[in-house]
């Protein structure tokens, strides 16, 4: 008992500081790739190539003044950057990032919490961000912050119907919700090392999944809750120092949380091919992640934002149908092949 | 952890407001009446379809799950319970009520 509860506390501590130094750095990576990819260099002058700014970003916003404006609600002002933070790291718990290992004599499990509905945790965690957009948005007091908080609610509850029915498809193949038995039911033995994924029995629901996630997630081409050229920064407008630090925090924690869950429900998680297997799993899993984070900088770097009608009017009249419809196809092929 | 960070933070920072710097952001402009405007009663339809849409998705999701044991029959059950829904779907459409203005 005692050794259960010092494994996984260990392993609560070290998924967190990976974390979140995974979201200092993935800033980073964000704005060097924009950088180069707008013929700029990015940030040069903190350390080599720069990669000391999540650092020097981290230290300017614990030093600076945070400014409370009169006429904003405290409790939910404070509750507000709270509520974003804590649900986009709640989701690491129940993604599986190695098959069991030993270390220093000590048996650890490759995930956290083993949940065998690990997935609807998830989409019941990540859900529960939105009440922080809403409330610091309403809470603030000023215009654009309401505005932005009421567009991101609008949005995100649009999204979020095709978000989990877009996964529907990989459950009915599988036909279970703990992610472990997903990541262990694409592993595959022979050199063609991805054929079991599931991105190939069900590429629309992969597609499907991409958008809605970025949409949840409040990125280009959905960013219209912070669309800066028109509501100054949406939601978050009149928050400063540490609350706004944990609103950026939120947001890259829970572009994170995609990539990984992308990664193992998609991609076949921590599984790599069987000819390299003196490579540790974890290896693979982050490479897979990074991969997706690099898209979501790329996608940012290539597409306009949308117009909120089109937004509107593409959630609900082109995705969710098509979510429905994959479910329901991938429902009879499964019955077809028996 | 997030309450230390707060903590920690009010223990470095400066703080001098004055009211001059808590008034809202608005380009240095005074706000003009209060900030808790009426918004646009769409949202409100907006969230009402998502309510019956996100209960079919939660009603959809034990259903994967046991898809293989069930087999056809549940297939058709689920395909009629959508039609359903989608028809209310094509209601709103028809309606106007998903359109923007």
Same mark, same amino acid.
């Given at each position: 008992?005692?050794e259960?509860?010092?494994?996984?506390?260990?392993q609560?501590?070290?998924?967190?500081?990976?974390?979140?130094?995974g979201?200092?750095?993935?800033?980073?990576?964000?704005?060097?790739?924009?950088?180069?990819?707008?013929?700029?260099?990015?940030?040069?002058?903190?350390?080599? +190539?720069?990669?000391?700014?999540?650092?020097?970003?981290?230290l300017?916003?614990i030093?600076?003044?945070?400014?409370v404006?009169?006429?904003?609600e405290?409790?939910?002002?404070?509750?507000?950057?709270?509520?974003?933070?804590?649900p986009?790291?709640?989701? &690491?718990?129940?993604?599986?990032?190695?098959?069991?290992?030993?270390?220093?004599?000590l048996? &650890?499990?490759?995930?956290?919490?083993?949940?065998?509905?690990?997935?609807?945790?998830?989409?019941?965690?990540?859900?529960?961000?939105?009440?922080?957009?809403?409330?610091?948005?309403?809470?603030?007091?000023?215009?654009?912050?309401?505005?932005?908080?009421?567009r991101?609610?609008?949005?995100?509850?649009?999204?979020?119907?095709?978000?989990?029915?877009?996964?529907?498809?990989?459950?009915?193949?599988?036909?279970?919700?703990?992610?472990?038995?997903?990541?262990?039911?694409?592993?595959?033995?022979?050199?063609?090392?991805?054929?079991?994924?599931?991105?190939?029995?069900?590429?629309?629901?992969?597609?499907?999944?991409?958008?809605?996630?970025?949409?949840?997630?409040?990125?280009?081409?959905f960013?219209?809750p912070?669309?800066?050229?028109?509501?100054?920064?949406?939601?978050?407008?009149?928050y400063?120092?540490?609350?706004?630090?944990?609103?950026?925090?939120?947001?890259?924690?829970?572009?994170l949380?995609?990539?990984?869950?992308?990664?193992?429900?998609?991609?076949?998680?921590?599984?790599?091919?069987?000819?390299?297997?003196?490579?540790?799993?974890?290896?693979?899993?982050?490479?897979?992640?990074?991969v997706?984070?690099?898209?979501?900088?790329?996608?940012?770097?290539?597409?306009?934002?949308?117009? +909120?009608?089109?937004?509107?009017? &593409?959630?609900?009249?082109v995705?969710?149908?098509?979510?429905?419809?994959?479910?329901?196809?991938?429902?009879?092929?499964?019955l077809?092949?028996? | 952890?997030?309450?230390?960070?707060?903590?920690?933070?009010?223990?470095?920072?400066?703080?001098?407001?004055?009211?001059?710097?808590?008034?809202?952001y608005e380009?240095?402009?005074?706000?003009i009446?209060?900030?808790?405007?009426?918004?646009n009663?769409?949202?409100?339809?907006?969230?009402?379809?998502?309510?019956?849409?996100?209960?079919?998705?939660?009603?959809?999701?034990?259903?994967?799950?046991?898809?293989?044991?069930?087999?056809?029959?549940?297939?058709?059950?689920?395909v009629i319970?959508?039609?359903?829904?989608?028809?209310?779907?094509?209601?709103?459409?028809?309606?106007?009520?998903?359109?923007?203005?």
């Open positions: 008992m005692f259960v509860i010092l494994t996984s506390s260990i609560v501590v070290v998924v967190i500081v990976v974390v979140l130094t979201c200092a750095w993935a800033t980073w990576l964000e704005r060097k790739v924009l950088g180069h990819m707008q013929q700029r260099i990015g940030p040069s002058y903190t350390g080599p +190539y720069g990669l000391l700014q999540p650092v020097a970003d981290g300017k916003l030093f600076k003044e945070d400014i404006p009169d006429s904003v405290r409790l939910t002002y404070t509750l507000g950057p709270m509520l974003s933070f804590v986009a790291l709640l989701t &690491f718990a129940v993604i599986p990032y190695s098959r069991d290992f030993s270390l220093f004599g048996e &650890f499990k490759g995930v956290i919490s083993d949940l065998n509905i690990g997935i609807l945790w998830i989409f019941a965690v990540t859900s529960l961000g939105v009440y922080g957009l809403v409330l610091a948005g309403w809470s603030s007091g000023s215009k654009y912050s309401l505005l932005g908080g009421i991101s609610s609008a949005q995100m509850i649009s999204y979020e119907v095709s978000y989990g029915l877009s996964i529907v498809g990989v459950i009915v193949i599988a036909g279970t919700l703990s992610m472990t038995e997903l990541v262990a039911k694409q592993a595959s033995d022979s050199i063609w090392f991805f054929e079991n994924w599931y991105l190939w029995r069900n590429p629309i629901g992969f597609l499907l999944y991409l958008t809605c996630a970025i949409a949840e997630t409040n990125r280009t081409p960013d219209l912070e669309a800066e050229s028109e509501l100054v920064a949406g939601y978050h407008t009149e400063s120092s540490m609350r706004f630090a944990l609103f950026f925090i939120g947001e890259y924690a829970n572009m949380a995609v990539a990984c869950v992308a990664t193992t429900l998609f991609f076949g998680g921590w599984n790599g091919p069987a000819f390299l297997s003196f490579v540790p799993p974890v290896i693979w899993f982050l490479i897979k992640v990074f997706f984070m690099f898209c979501y900088v790329w996608l940012r770097a290539t597409f306009p934002r949308f117009r +909120y009608d089109q937004l509107m009017r &593409f959630g609900w009249l995705l969710l149908p098509l979510a429905i419809l994959n479910a329901m196809v991938t429902g009879l092929v499964v077809w092949l028996g | 952890m997030v309450l230390f960070a707060f903590f920690f933070a009010r223990l470095i920072r400066p703080a001098n407001p004055y009211p001059a710097k808590s008034i809202n380009c240095a402009e005074e706000t009446g209060t900030s808790w405007i009426r918004f009663n769409r949202f409100y339809i907006f969230a009402l379809i998502f309510v019956i849409f996100d209960v079919e998705v939660v009603f959809l999701f034990p259903w994967a799950v046991a898809f293989n044991k069930l087999g056809l029959y549940a297939l058709v059950e689920m319970f959508i039609m359903i829904l989608f028809y209310g779907l094509y209601y709103a459409w028809k309606k106007g009520v998903l359109k923007w203005v």
